[in-house]
């Protein structure tokens, strides 16, 4: 039965047809386009900080609301970041009261240790290393495809401070995520 | 220039999807979020429709439209009754020699089934 019904699921179709479809009133092929971008808009939402669960429950909200607004999507751009959009909103405005996201202050909190000389990590372990401002605003910007003035005004934050928590962000990640999986320092020191 | 090779390399990170074993299982879980919307939300219209209806009726019952309808109909009937007398009065008049009522009434109803059938091509067509 359930071999069956994946066989009748419309997976040859590309996103923009199944969002066609979708829009019709396709619940299944809805659901296969969500089969297709979960694990894309949960990683995000996790990578912004949230914790496996809350990023599912933002996650499933987000396509709901996706679902409902389907009609809009014209396939301008592809389908996940569109609802890597809806889902970055949606989990903004659950941590609406959390005015630690982008302040100055949550630059100073300690991030992880980095990790020991020659190993390899990947982006969600190097991640980790951010502080949670910096962890908002690399996702926002690299992961959602915000501009820095995007994510200032999702965050209500200034400009000037969006941008000082990428670069420091980024700096790390490089650090982290040097070619050869071991430190840019570390490389250049020796 | 080493910058945005590593800006390019960051996106294309992001753009990855983790490894999620459960996939499937979300997508059936919004799947069937999905379906429990749509029943409650069709067992809603049609409850809704129904308490409408059934209102209406109510109203209409209980504001003597039928015992107005009967009367209506009463002198409706009437004032057809005579204009289909006249008509046959004149069409006998108008009618070959030959040609009785009933033949008259036949070819009036092909007409008109005939008008209805264009009329409703040129619907159609529009």
Request: aromatic fraction near 6%; charge should be neutral; hydrophobic fraction near 45%.
């Amino acid at each position: 039965m359930a071999t069956s019904e994946r066989k009748r699921l419309p997976t040859g179709l590309h996103d923009v047809e199944l969002a066609a479809l979708a829009a019709a009133g396709g619940r299944r092929e809805f659901g296969e386009l969500v089969r297709r971008h979960g694990a894309v808009v949960r990683g995000l939402l996790r990578r912004m900080g949230a914790e496996a669960a809350t990023a599912d429950d933002v996650a499933q909200d987000a396509f709901m609301q996706a679902y409902e607004r389907i009609a809009e999507f014209r396939g301008d751009g592809p389908f996940p970041a569109w609802v890597k959009r809806i889902a970055v909103r949606q989990y903004l405005r659950r941590r609406k009261s959390d005015a630690l996201l982008v302040s100055e202050d949550a630059s100073s909190e300690q991030s992880e240790a980095a990790p020991d000389v020659g190993a390899r990590i990947d982006l969600d372990e190097a991640m980790k290393g951010l502080n949670p401002a910096e962890r908002m605003c690399v996702s926002l910007c690299y992961g959602a495809g915000f501009s820095h003035a995007e994510a200032a005004e999702a965050l209500n934050a200034p400009l000037g401070t969006v941008k000082s928590h990428v670069k420091r962000g980024l700096d790390k990640l490089r650090e982290r995520l040097a070619p050869d999986g071991r430190q840019a320092g570390s490389v250049a020191n020796g | 220039m080493a910058e945005h090779e590593f800006d390019s390399r960051l996106e294309r990170m992001f753009a990855t999807a983790p490894a999620c074993n459960d996939a499937d299982a979300f997508a059936r879980k919004v799947e069937a979020r999905l379906d429990r919307n749509w029943r409650v939300r069709t067992l809603g219209i049609g409850s809704a429709g129904a308490v409408g209806g059934l209102i209406a009726v109510t109203q209409v019952l209980h504001s003597g439209f039928g015992f107005r309808i009967q009367q209506a109909s009463s002198v409706s009937t009437e004032a057809v009754g005579s204009a289909f007398q006249q008509v046959l009065t004149h069409s006998e008049a108008l009618l070959p020699s030959g040609m009785g009522v009933g033949m008259f009434l036949v070819a009036s109803a092909i007409m008109v089934v005939v008008a209805v059938a264009a009329a409703t091509r040129i619907f159609d067509e529009v």
